[in-house]
C-alpha cells in the first residue's frame, strides 16, 4: 500500500460510515491488496452507467455469495463532486465495502493532479506498493469482467494464502485437482524459511555428528592409553 493513505482519514460506506483514521487501521484495510481509485461523481451520466457494472465486478470479488475467499481488492471514492450532498448521492449507489475520502479533504484534488485525472469516470488500478497497473481500467472492467483482477493479480504478483494448504492438518489431501498447481504457483515465504530451516538443520547434525565421531574416537584412544599405563605399572 505504501503510504499514500497514511496521516489520511478513510470512511466505510456503510450506515454510521465509520472512520479508519489510525496507521493500523489503513494499513489493516489496505495491505497487500490491490487499489481502485474510482474518480467520478454524481452529475456524471457516463459515471451513473457505469456504477452497476463496477458493483457487479467488486461484489463478484468480495461478497461471500459469489466468492469462498474474498479476493485482495480494494476500491476507493476519490468525489468530483461540487458539493457534500452529490458525494452522499452517489455514495448510496456504491457497494457498502467501498471506502471514500471525506468532501472537505483537499486530499481528493491532490489525488486527481497526482494520477493525471482529466475525465469521469477513471479507475486507477495501483499494486499494494502504489504504483500503477492501469491509469484508467473503465473498459477493461467492462470487457472483461473479472478476468481484470487475475490479471493485475498475476502482474503485481500478490500471494493468496487462501491457495496454501493447512499446515496444521496431518493428513495432506488435495482441496482439488488444482491444488499441485497452485501450490507451485503461489509458494510463500513461509515455504522458503523452512527450507532454509532444513538445510541449517541438516548441516548442523551432520556437524555435530562428526564432532561426536571425533569425541568417540579420542575417548577410545584415550582409554587404549590408560590400559597400556595400568599393565606396565
Given amino acids: 500500500m505504501g503510504d ?3 496521516n489520511h482519514v478513510l470512511v466505510e460506506n456503510n450506515t454510521d460510515q465509520d472512520e479508519l483514521n489510525t496507521e493500523r487501521e489503513i494499513i489493516g484495510i489496505l495491505e497487500n491488496r490491490i ?3 474510482l474518480f467520478a461523481s454524481a452529475e456524471c451520466e457516463k459515471c451513473q452507467k ?5 458493483n457487479d ?13 474474498p479476493k485482495l481488492l480494494a476500491l476507493i471514492y476519490i468525489s468530483l463532486d461540487q458539493s457534500e450532498k452529490q458525494q452522499q448521492r452517489f ?14 479533504d483537499p486530499y481528493r484534488k491532490e489525488l486527481q493532479t497526482m494520477f493525471k485525472v482529466k475525465d469521469v469516470p477513471t479507475i486507477v488500478v495501483l499494486r499494494p506498493d502504489s504504483s500503477v497497473l492501469s491509469s484508467n481500467a473503465v473498459q477493461d472492467i467492462a470487457r472483461l469482467g473479472t478476468q481484470c483482477f487475475r490479471n493485475w ?13 493447512n499446515e496444521e492438518f496431518d493428513d495432506l489431501n488435495m482441496r482439488s485437482a488444482t491444488d499441485p ?4 504457483k ?11 530451516w532444513w538445510k541449517l538443520w541438516e548441516k548442523g547434525k551432520g556437524r555435530n555428528d562428526d564432532e561426536q565421531e571425533r569425541d568417540e574416537t579420542w575417548d577410545m584412544k584415550k582409554k587404549v592409553g590408560e590400559k597400556g599405563t595400568w599393565r606396565r605399572r
Fill in 186 to 196: 503461489y509458494k510463500t515465504e513461509d515455504d522458503k524459511r523452512k527450507k532454509t
Fill in 91 to 104: 455514495l448510496k449507489e456504491l457497494h457498502k465495502k467501498t471506502l471514500f475520502l471525506a468532501f472537505e
Fill in 153 to 165: 493479480q498475476e502482474s503485481a504478483e500478490i500471494v493468496e494464502r487462501t491457495f496454501m494448504l
Fill in 57 to 69: 465486478f467488486f461484489k463478484r470479488l468480495k461478497d461471500p455469495i459469489y466468492i469462498e475467499y
Fill in 35 to 37: 487499489l481502485l481509485l
Fill in 50 to 54: 457505469f456504477v452497476p457494472v463496477l
Fill in 181 to 184: 498447481v497452485r501450490r507451485l
Fill in 4 to 6: 499514500l493513505f497514511l
